[in-house]
T-cell receptor, first 116, second 113 residues
């Protein structure tokens, strides 16, 4: 089946630093990738949608200058949390769709970010 | 925006059937999904149903869709302790961003031995 990986699986960083999270589709070409944020015992909150080769579309209330998304190839999207603060600590999950009948969306295992 | 509602908790005994319910508000929903999330992990797609279907069965999983009432359910037969997880209902509609999913808050299923 379709496999999506994320790296790193967890990261601890200091306030003010930037952290990059990678999302890769391993066995299919991901026309579209999605980035979600999940708080403990909460649902997933869509942050942005990215299509390969074009700028990401951010959801209302998500700062695009703080959460930089790059979808440079059909198998890789990155999320960079810039100038991280403790309130950015969360579980970040990406998903990918091949775009062909986009009804199947495959999720990565998530990245736990802790900002100290 | 679109609302997807689920009950938050469900407890069952091993071997019993589990039924997780979900309601949604978007009448233009095209696909409805059930995802499973185990602790500290991402979401695993369990099954999905197209809006013109009433039922879909896949091994121990049965999905029922009542489009009139906008009600979706997931039945897990012979529930096992390994089924303990959070189950998310999600939907997408053709009118919104391609593939954009709207999730419920998830139902924590606990299976007792």
């Amino acid at each position: 089946g379709a496999v999506v990986s994320q790296h790193p699986s967890w990261v601890i960083c200091k306030s003010g630093t930037s952290v990059k999270i990678e999302c890769r589709s391993l066995d299919f070409q991901a026309t579209t990738m999605f980035w979600y944020r999940q708080f403990p015992k909460q649902s997933l909150m869509l942050m942005a949608t990215s299509n390969e080769g074009s700028k990401a579309t951010y959801e209302q209330g998500v700062e695009k200058d703080k959460f930089l998304i790059n979808h440079a190839s059909l198998t890789l999207s990155t999320l960079t949390v810039t100038s991280a603060h403790p309130e950015d600590s969360s579980f970040y999950i990406c998903s990918a769709s091949s775009g062909q009948g986009a009804y199947e969306q495959y999720f990565g295992p998530g990245t736990r970010l802790t900002v100290t | 925006g679109e609302d997807v509602e689920q009950s938050l908790f469900l407890s069952v005994r091993e071997g019993d059937s589990s039924v997780i319910n979900c309601t949604y508000t978007d009448s233009s929903s095209t696909y409805l999904y059930w995802y499973k999330q185990e602790p500290g992990a991402g979401l695993q797609l369990l099954t999905y149903i197209f809006s013109n279907m009433d039922m879909k069965q896949d091994q121990r999983l049965t999905v029922l869709l009542n489009k009139k009432d906008k009600h979706l359910s997931l039945r897990i037969a012979d529930t096992q302790t390994g089924d303990s997880a959070i189950y998310f209902c999600a939907e997408t509609s053709g009118g919104s961003t391609l593939g954009r999913l709207y999730f419920g808050r998830g139902t924590q299923l606990t299976v007792w031995p």
